[in-house]
C-alpha cells in the first residue's frame, strides 16, 4: 500500500472494488443523504450527479424526495453495479484523472474528498460543469482518523475562496453548497 501524509493509502480502486463486493447497503451513509435533502430543499435543480456514489444509497433516498434525473458515478465498478437499478444512469468515472462529462445543476460529492491527495482541484474541476456544487465532509476529524482519510480537520473555513451558498453544520458532518 502506497502511503500519503504518513499514512497506509487504501484509496485504491483493488480496495474500494472488494470493499463494494462484499457491502450489502451502507446504512450508515444514509444520514448524510438525509442532511443532504435539508440542503437541497434550498435550491432549484433538475439533474445529479454523484460522484463517489458507492451502493447507490444517495440515489435510491435523494431521487424518493425530489423529482430529477440522477447520475450515480464512482471508480469502484462492484459500486456502479449495486448502484445501477437504483439512478437513472450510471458512470464509471474516477474524479482523480477524468473530468466529468456534460452539465448539471447539482454535483454532489458526499464523504469523497477527503479520501483525496488533491481535493481542491477536484472541486475547481466538477464547478465547471454544475450550478451548485454540494459537498458533505467529516467535520474536524483529527490526523489519526480512518486510515483511508488522508485530508483531516476540515472545517467550512477552508472554502472560503469560493462563493458559499449555504453551510449546514451537524455534530461529526458538515454540508456545504458552493455556487
Given amino acids: 500500500m ?3 501524509k504518513g499514512k497506509i493509502n487504501t484509496n485504491s480502486i483493488e480496495f474500494w472494488d472488494e470493499y ?3 457491502v450489502i447497503i451502507e446504512e450508515d451513509r444514509l444520514i448524510i443523504y438525509e442532511q ?13 450527479l454523484e460522484i463517489g456514489c458507492g451502493t447507490g444509497v444517495g440515489a435510491e433516498y435523494l431521487k424518493s424526495k425530489f423529482d430529477c434525473i440522477y447520475t450515480a458515478s464512482d471508480f469502484s465498478s462492484s459500486a456502479i453495479i449495486k448502484a445501477s437499478d437504483k439512478a437513472d444512469y450510471t458512470s464509471l468515472l474516477d474524479i482523480r484523472t477524468f473530468e466529468p462529462v456534460g452539465q448539471y445543476d447539482v454535483i454532489i460529492i458526499a464523504e469523497t474528498l ?7 482541484e477536484v472541486i475547481d474541476k466538477c464547478k465547471r460543469h454544475c450550478k451548485y456544487l454540494v459537498l458533505s465532509l467529516p467535520l ?3 490526523e489519526d482518523c ?3 482519510h488522508i485530508w483531516y480537520n476540515i472545517k467550512p ?3 472560503l475562496d469560493y462563493k458559499i451558498h449555504t453551510v449546514k453544520l451537524n455534530e461529526s458532518y458538515f454540508q456545504i453548497i458552493i455556487t
Fill in 146 to 148: 480512518d486510515p483511508e
Fill in 36 to 48: 443532504l435533502s435539508e440542503i437541497l430543499d434550498c435550491i432549484k435543480f433538475n439533474t445529479i
Fill in 2 to 4: 502506497q502511503r500519503v
Fill in 140 to 142: 474536524d476529524e483529527p
Fill in 20 to 22: 463494494y463486493a462484499n
Fill in 157 to 159: 473555513e477552508d472554502f
Fill in 114 to 120: 477527503e479520501h483525496l491527495e488533491h481535493p481542491f
